[in-house]
């Protein structure tokens, strides 16, 4: 684990300890979404486990987990620019509804 203080940083140390939270945060996020992906092109991929995967199973997980970035960062882009709007359009708002 990295240290939370940076002395060679003007960044307090609330604000150090927020930059370490939200690393961990997106990097338990990015951990959640492999293994959702995994599990889903798994299951869709090889009805029928057994010691290897054929080039067909490794060929269409590829493909599943391919659509399903592709997928996964356009609905972000989306919700991101929809609060963007929000922030814009309704300050008070905004707060509420957080980033993908």
Not at 43 to 59: I, M
Request: charged fraction near 25%.
């Amino acid at each position: 684990m990295s240290t939370i203080m940076n002395y060679g940083s003007t960044a307090s140390p609330k604000d150090a300890v927020m930059e370490q939270i939200k690393q961990e945060a997106a990097i338990d996020q990015a951990r959640r979404l492999i293994d959702k992906m995994n599990d889903l092109c798994f299951e869709k991929c090889v009805p029928s486990p057994g010691t290897s995967l054929s080039r067909k199973e490794e060929g269409c997980i590829s493909m599943c987990m391919e659509k399903y970035i592709d997928t996964r960062n356009v609905v972000s882009r989306a919700w991101n620019q929809g609060v963007q709007r929000i922030q814009r359009e309704h300050p008070t708002r905004a707060g509420a509804l957080g980033k993908f």
